[in-house]
């Protein structure tokens, strides 16, 4: 089965990366190596993890406070997001596609970045 992040997955993943690398000298690369474990345990055992919604789950790492949000796309493993665990529940949610995400106990991830609600303006009198 192949593993294949969405590219703002990715992007969380370089993020955490570059942040534990400022805190510590290889701590960056203790994280990277934390992950490639929870990766192959996903691999080799993707059912085995919580499951968050119908066709999606998370893997929790050990060590750091992050959980990789996945789901089982035809002969892959999508991960959706890299989440910190300490921040806004459910932030990804947008990443799924709308139409027909769960089909058939998979789900539809969609690749395109995330856009933000446009906030309303209140207006001063």
Not at 24 to 34: I, M, N, R, T, V
Request: glycine residues 6%; charged residues 30%; hydrophobic residues 35%.
């Amino acid at each position: 089965m192949t593993i294949r992040f969405l590219s703002v997955a990715r992007q969380e993943l370089d993020d955490a990366f570059a942040w534990y690398e400022r805190q510590s000298a290889g701590l960056g690369y203790e994280f990277l190596d934390e992950l490639d474990r929870v990766v192959r345990r996903i691999n080799a055992y993707p059912d085995s993890c919580a499951e968050l919604t119908h066709g999606l789950r998370r893997a929790l790492l050990s060590r750091f406070p992050y959980g990789l949000v996945y789901g089982r796309e035809a002969d892959s493993i999508v991960i959706v997001a890299v989440a910190h665990l300490h921040r806004e529940p459910r932030y990804w949610m947008d990443r799924l596609a709308s139409e027909g995400e769960e089909q058939g106990g998979e789900f539809r991830a969609s690749d395109k970045p995330p856009t933000k609600p446009a906030r309303a303006r209140s207006r001063k009198r």
